[in-house]
């Protein structure tokens, strides 16, 4: 159960893009989704909203400025913290794929579609749920020709995800209330990972530890934060996906297997041993809750945190 929940939303968008796919695109002028996200809007929410739109002109220039252009920026991070309908992601995925080109035989376009979403190479956020819905199908488009050439190597292909969130991206989330992850010393001096799920327990709000830092680095093949957070994004998946199906317990294998949707070459039992008790832990609070706050509350609070 939990493979086919997991794999829910890359199956939903082979099927999006494949029927996509038998239009043709390519006499379509100009950004008639970027126009019809303007026209949905009047002046004074635009305003409100600090919503305006970026000719594409203007978006060629700016990535030309900062250096994203050329083979090089397969290698690069690119982020628009404000995304709108999706503009300037849109340009530098074009640019991306481009760059691709080179190393598709080499890799195949079904390692580089996973590195670009998995790895947030190109990432998108936004306050506005419309905004985001519209940056993803813009998004969506582009990638059609690339997402074909990568199911014909692998009939079996789909991504998970897409790279582009609807989130406060102005908000500190290790500061002030609104905060949903913090950073905080044990009495050993050893730093842990605290998720505030917004539940009333406990006298405030539910936390579950996680390990960071040197309890991480030194005891697995992890490397930097970034490489941290992944491996922790597995953990929730895991998490999450036994949590669904009512086990409450952690099927290792699945575990492993979420570790390689997000890391590359790495040591994978000793991921798997190190982080199994979080997730045991993780696990058991969601049986401990489940009865007092229901499925409902209960996973919305850890699809926030995770997605």
Known sequence: ???????????????????????????????PLGTLYQRYFDKETRKALGEFYTPIEVVKYI?????????????????????????????????????????ADEEGWSSILKRLCNEYCIAGFDIHPFATFMAQMQFMLVLIPAYK???????????????????????????????????EESVRGIRHILIDTGLPVDGGNLKIKMPYDKDVFGKTDLLNVQEYFAALQAVFDT?????????????????????????????WNRLVSFFTPYAKHFLQK????KATFGDGKLIKSVEDITD
């Open 239 to 267: 998490v999450k996906e036994s949590a669904r199906d009512e086990k409450y317990e952690v099927d290792k294998g699945e575990l492993e297997r979420n570790f390689k949707r997000y890391l590359k070459d790495k040591e």
């Open 63 to 103: 990535l030309d400025a900062v250096g994203y252009e050329g083979q090089g920026i397969i290698h690069k991070r690119l982020l628009d913290p404000a995304c709108g309908s999706g503009t300037f992601l849109v340009e530098a995925l074009r640019r991306y794929l481009k760059a691709s080109e080179r190393i």
């Open 149 to 183: 050439k990568a199911m014909e190597e692998d009939p079996h292909f789909v991504l998970n995800r897409l790279p582009i969130f609807r989130t406060d991206s102005l908000v500190d989330e290790t500061k002030g209330e609104s905060r949903k992850v913090t950073i």
């Open 286 to 289: 969601f049986k401990e809750l």
């Open 1 to 31: 159960m939990a493979e086919k929940q997991k794999g829910r939303f890359g199956e939903a968008l082979a099927d999006i893009i494949l029927t996509l796919y038998k239009f043709d695109f390519s006499e379509i002028v100009g950004d």
